[in-house]
């Protein structure tokens, strides 16, 4: 796929590096560059087309309110967007139907709809800083995510009957997964407030009772007892790892949770000492759609970890 685009600004070079440090040198080049944004492309040029129509600033505020009103750990059976006002339900939930596209195809899970952000959304193509919220990482459906939904979807007797927490949970597939295989009990957390949204209406999307959500960092909180903890995705950083791998530990040897990590083999995961503590329980060969918006990735495991 080839797109012919101009130099890249001073601006947008800063913004990428600060997303992604580890590609500085390619994208300080002369030559066009593209910030790989999970499954989409948002090309780095200054020949942007501004939409007039957009209500920024509307947004912004909107996203503001959200962001500093710190949702608790919502009662269970409770959907938490419903709480927070008759203006922000309506407007939040415009903008999301606006600039994504409910889709089944193009990933291991085609039972699961999702509202995600595909080639047909104005901003697959957009310059990364006009998104005026924070960076949608719940609209990109993860490898790792996808191979552990397939995981549960076909092994429901791991989740059946049990309570089951989903950290990252992004989109929400997996925690919708877990719902579909019978699991009694669910906690989706992410630590944007947005993702809440999205998860709540991918529920709706698969006819599904919204579950409860939990926007914070849950690596933060003292632990709760869960059967199952799943993970995906989530090793793209050295000091988030050694947390991560800290916080599981500490599940495992306090209630004896059983933890499944799903990761497509990013060497921030491959070359974590995690590594010596893992099971391989299920390998996926990705469609060819997630394989072309992940860098050629091929495949996608599904670990149990095992301190």
Not at 7 to 22: D, G, K, Y
Not at 103 to 114: A, K, M, N, Y
Not at 180 to 207: F, K
Request: net charge negative.
């Amino acid at each position: 796929m080839t797109h012919q685009r101009g130099p890249v600004t001073p601006a947008e070079i800063s913004l990428a590096t600060r997303l992604f440090p580890q590609e500085k040198q390619l994208l300080s080049g002369a030559t066009p560059a593209y910030l790989c944004f999970g499954t989409r492309l948002m090309a780095l040029s200054p020949g942007w087309r501004v939409f007039a129509s957009f209500p920024m600033n509307r947004y912004v505020v909107l996203w503001k309110a959200v962001r500093s009103s710190g949702f608790p750990l919502f009662p269970w059976g409770h959907c938490p967007w419903r709480g927070i006002g008759s203006l922000l339900d309506p407007e939040m939930k415009a903008f999301l139907e606006e600039n994504t596209e409910v889709t089944s195809s193009g990933s291991l899970t085609p039972e699961i709809q999702l509202r995600l952000l595909t080639p047909r959304c104005k901003f697959w193509w957009e310059r990364a800083d006009l998104w005026p919220l924070r960076d949608p990482y719940w609209a990109i459906y993860w490898p790792g995510g996808q191979a552990l939904s397939r995981y549960l979807l076909d092994n429901p007797d791991v989740v059946r009957g049990k309570s089951v927490l989903d950290i990252g949970s992004g989109c929400g597939a997996t925690a919708i997964a877990a719902k579909m295989s019978g699991a009694l009990r669910i906690l989706a957390n992410d630590i944007d407030p947005i993702a809440g949204m999205a998860i709540t209406l991918n529920c709706e999307l698969n006819q599904l009772n919204p579950f409860p959500i939990l926007i914070k960092n849950i690596l933060d909180l003292e632990q709760d007892k869960w059967d199952l903890v799943v993970l995906g995705d989530m090793f793209y950083d050295e000091d988030l790892a050694d947390s991560l791998l800290q916080w599981l530990k500490n599940c495992f040897e306090t209630h004896r949770t059983q933890v499944l990590i799903g990761d497509p083999g990013r060497p921030q995961f491959t070359g974590h000492s995690i590594q010596h503590q893992l099971h391989k329980v299920a390998e996926y060969s990705l469609p060819e759609p997630t394989r072309q918006d992940n860098n050629g990735l091929t495949t996608s495991t599904v670990w149990q970890f095992q301190p």
